[in-house]
């Protein structure tokens, strides 16, 4: 072995990067005074690609292979450096693993709200987050335009700037959008497609490309929310009727025991009493008589014929003073909300009540 021979060999002869982190997206190989050997072995592995730099200018970018630091397969050498020793010596450059494999799971979200304007609710202050993918497309312009001289580039030191184009574009998108508060969670999968498109192209300029983009959720303020939730408990209004009698029958396996029993019985008669009185007052119409008279919530209202006319609405107290002046008799034709035609007043049974306690019993 020549005494050249020794000393060249002394110099590293192997370039490669085995990634042990999770985030890392470049990593520039290290090595004294950055000489490498001529004839040195380059391995890339999958999902990287590797960057020669000379003199701060990108001499060449190699993808996944094996390669022998040579003219004959890395013609960029004759153009790193002028030769003294007819390519027998080291030369200098800075190699840059790049890692092309899709980041995932990174986290995006609105620091502040976003306000926009409901047809509904008015102006309305709203905040979202989310997840998104994204991999490096053009890893010579990334290292222009973003790592520079960084020998080890991680994600987080990309993600903020990323974020903020992200809430910026979605901040316009959804202020524009013009889709009704109660649709915004109906349109999650669409808002995403559509911003994916949007953002791409912000995203190219920096060499990367946007794989995956998802709003997980899009949040109102509370008070918004406790209006969407009266909203959808006026559904149950509409059969309160069926809702009440479900809860008075599940009442049934709550009582234990003699005692359990007995008080079960008198919760029951008052939950099918409150249950028949709220449904009928919800069935009831809401409008109000030439007086001006506004019946409360739960009240029965009643109408009579007098001369072929309807009177009323009135109430069952109205309705007992109107027997007692002999206005309304057991014949006369009386209707209420719930029924299908008129009938006389002695076949309604709060009614007939009246005329049972108003008639004083037979002389004997």
């Not at 982190?21 to 690609?49: P, W």
């Not at 739960?298 to 003073?321: H, S, T, V, W």
Request: a negative charge; proline letters at 4%; charged letters at 25%.
């Amino acid at each position: 072995m020549g005494f050249w021979d020794k000393i060249f060999g002394e110099f590293i002869d192997v370039i490669d990067w085995l990634d042990e982190s999770n985030d890392t997206l470049v990593y520039r190989f290290n090595r004294y005074n950055n000489e490498i050997k001529y004839g040195a072995k380059l391995t890339v592995r999958e999902s990287q690609v590797a960057i020669f730099v000379n003199e701060g200018e990108i001499a060449d970018v190699l993808g996944p292979g094996l390669y022998e630091l040579d003219t004959n397969n890395l013609p960029i050498l004759t153009t790193l450096q002028h030769w003294d020793h007819g390519f027998k010596s080291p030369f200098k450059a800075e190699v840059y693993f790049v890692n092309m494999r899709k980041f995932t799971d990174l986290k995006w979200g609105t620091k502040n709200p976003i306000i926009i304007r409901d047809k509904e609710f008015g102006v309305v202050r709203v905040r979202a987050f989310g997840t998104y993918e994204m991999r490096i497309s053009d890893p010579a312009l990334f290292l222009k335009e973003i790592v520079g001289t960084d020998g080890d580039f991680r994600v987080q030191e990309i993600s903020n700037q990323l974020r903020n184009i992200i809430v910026s574009r979605f901040s316009d998108i959804i202020a524009n959008a013009n889709i009704p508060i109660l649709d915004l969670a109906a349109n999650y999968t669409q808002l995403s497609e559509y911003l994916t498109q949007k953002l791409s192209a912000e995203f190219q300029k920096y060499g990367i490309e946007l794989t995956k983009f998802l709003i997980e959720n899009i949040s109102v303020p509370k008070a918004v929310e406790e209006a969407l939730d009266k909203r959808t408990s006026m559904g149950v209004i509409n059969d309160l009727s069926k809702y009440l009698e479900f809860q008075s029958a599940e009442s049934l396996t709550s009582g234990e025991g003699a005692g359990g029993s007995a008080a079960l019985g008198a919760g029951m008669g008052v939950g099918m009493a409150m249950a028949d009185k709220l449904s009928k007052g919800f069935n009831r119409s809401s409008s109000t008589d030439k007086r001006g008279y506004v019946p409360e919530v739960f009240e029965r209202m009643y109408y009579y014929a007098k001369d072929k006319e309807p009177i009323g609405p009135l109430n069952i107290d109205e309705i007992e003073e109107l027997i007692k002046k002999n206005e309304i008799n057991s014949d006369t034709l009386m209707w209420t909300n719930g029924m299908e035609s008129w009938v006389k007043a002695r076949e309604i049974d709060e009614v007939e009540a009246l005329f049972n306690l108003l008639t004083p019993p037979p002389l004997k």
